[in-house]
């Protein structure tokens, strides 16, 4: 565990060095805060849908909460997204207490339809009520300048070092569950649910605890990307296919239930998304999103297990906690 904490740690620490010296408003260190992103949330979803093979399609709901908490605490009330975050994590975790509550007994696609119909609903709810949410127009964060006190800088640059953090911070909490008593409690349920019960773990609160805390990072994932963006609106923070189904590829391409799974997910996602959309941008519409889907299909087909089977370190979190 301390050795892969340690790897972590010089990840976040080498992301940080290159920040720092890649032009701050460039088009490289935008897509290491990409990468990083990236890295998080599939990590986010990891905890629950990799160690208790509980997967969800509702991510984008507690991504969105977040996003939206913290920046309509700053605009409407100057609250500074520091003390924001903490509010919209708090709100998302009692959100998937109240969802989990009559979802967890569910299994395979209907856990999986319940948690989409609650990202729906969310975003219907942020679509309906724009003199709270901004509706379908979307919510702009005003510029201020360069502020460490409001998480505004004027190129890419000045996120890397929060982003890193969070993404160290996010990994660790993975770590830290899946090396101890919960995470065997978790890899339990996923082998077999009937026979952890039956074996005395309480899997309704097992499941309860994975769902809260990934719930909690997610938000705070959203509002790091409010500031990030600065602009957001219903459509991107709680899309489906943007958030929730995004985050499951990334740990899916990378190795489920595995440390460095969604981070070589991450890296692997994000580099071809933009390699494509680089090269093919002038040609026929389409053209580019079609293409990473056939490798998509081509790398699940190909290693099935993700591509964290191909590095050096096991696949499997029992093996990285070693």
């Given at each position: 565990?301390?050795?892969?904490?340690?790897?972590?740690?010089?990840?976040?620490?080498?992301?940080?060095?290159?920040?720092?010296?890649?032009?701050?408003?460039?088009?490289?260190?935008?897509?290491?805060?990409?990468?990083?992103?990236?890295?998080?949330?599939?990590?986010?979803?990891?905890?629950?849908?990799?160690?208790?093979?509980?997967?969800?399609?509702?991510?984008?709901?507690?991504?969105?909460?977040?996003?939206?908490?913290?920046?309509?605490?700053?605009?409407?009330?100057?609250?500074?997204?520091?003390?924001?975050?903490?509010?919209?994590?708090?709100?998302?975790?009692?959100?998937?207490?109240?969802?989990?509550?009559?979802?967890?007994?569910?299994?395979?696609?209907?856990?999986?339809?319940?948690?989409?119909?609650?990202?729906?609903?969310?975003?219907?709810?942020?679509?309906?009520?724009?003199?709270?949410?901004?509706?379908?127009?979307?919510?702009?964060?005003?510029?201020?300048?360069?502020?460490?006190?409001?998480?505004?800088?004027?190129?890419?640059?000045?996120?890397?070092?929060?982003?890193?953090?969070?993404?160290?911070?996010?990994?660790?909490?993975?770590?830290?569950?899946?090396?101890?008593?919960?995470?065997?409690?978790?890899?339990?349920?996923?082998?077999?649910?009937?026979?952890?019960?039956?074996?005395?773990?309480?899997?309704?609160?097992?499941?309860?605890?994975?769902?809260?805390?990934?719930?909690?990072?997610?938000?705070?994932?959203?509002?790091?990307?409010?500031?990030?963006?600065?602009?957001?609106?219903?459509?991107?923070?709680?899309?489906?296919?943007?958030?929730?189904?995004?985050?499951?590829?990334?740990?899916?391409?990378?190795?489920?239930?595995?440390?460095?799974?969604?981070?070589?997910?991450?890296?692997?996602?994000?580099?071809?998304?933009?390699?494509?959309?680089?090269?093919?941008?002038?040609?026929?519409?389409?053209?580019?999103?079609?293409?990473?889907?056939?490798?998509?299909?081509v790398v699940v087909l190909a290693r099935p297990q993700g591509l964290a089977s191909l590095s050096l370190w096991p696949a499997r979190t029992a093996g990285a906690a070693k």
């Amino acid at each position: 565990m301390k050795k892969s904490l340690l790897l972590i740690v010089l990840c976040g620490v080498a992301c940080v060095a290159a920040g720092a010296l890649l032009q701050p408003t460039g088009y490289a260190v935008r897509v290491l805060c990409l990468v990083l992103m990236a890295a998080s949330l599939g990590q986010c979803w990891n905890i629950v849908g990799g160690l208790a093979n509980q997967v969800s399609l509702g991510h984008a709901a507690f991504f969105g909460i977040g996003a939206y908490a913290s920046t309509l605490l700053q605009i409407r009330w100057g609250i500074s997204p520091w003390f924001g975050m903490p509010v919209g994590m708090l709100l998302a975790s009692v959100a998937a207490w109240v969802i989990a509550l009559p979802t967890m007994r569910l299994k395979g696609p209907y856990f999986a339809l319940a948690t989409l119909a609650f990202g729906e609903a969310c975003h219907i709810v942020a679509v309906s009520f724009p003199q709270l949410t901004g509706g379908p127009q979307g919510v702009s964060i005003p510029f201020i300048g360069n502020s460490w006190s409001m998480l505004q800088f004027r190129g890419a640059g000045g996120y890397v070092p929060v982003l890193a953090a969070f993404f160290v911070l996010v990994c660790a909490v993975y770590q830290f569950m899946a090396s101890g008593r919960m995470g065997y409690y978790l890899r339990a349920i996923r082998e077999n649910e009937d026979a952890a019960e039956m074996s005395g773990v309480n899997t309704l609160r097992v499941k309860l605890i994975g769902g809260v805390v990934s719930a909690s990072l997610t938000a705070l994932a959203g509002s790091l990307f409010a500031q990030f963006t600065a602009f957001f609106d219903p459509d991107s923070v709680f899309s489906v296919a943007g958030i929730s189904i995004r985050a499951a590829l990334i740990a899916i391409v990378g190795g489920v239930g595995s440390l460095w799974g969604p981070v070589i997910g991450a890296v692997f996602v994000v580099l071809v998304e933009e390699l494509l959309n680089a090269g093919f941008s002038d040609q026929a519409a389409g053209v580019a999103p079609f293409i990473f889907g056939v490798v998509l299909i081509v790398v699940v087909l190909a290693r099935p297990q993700g591509l964290a089977s191909l590095s050096l370190w096991p696949a499997r979190t029992a093996g990285a906690a070693k």
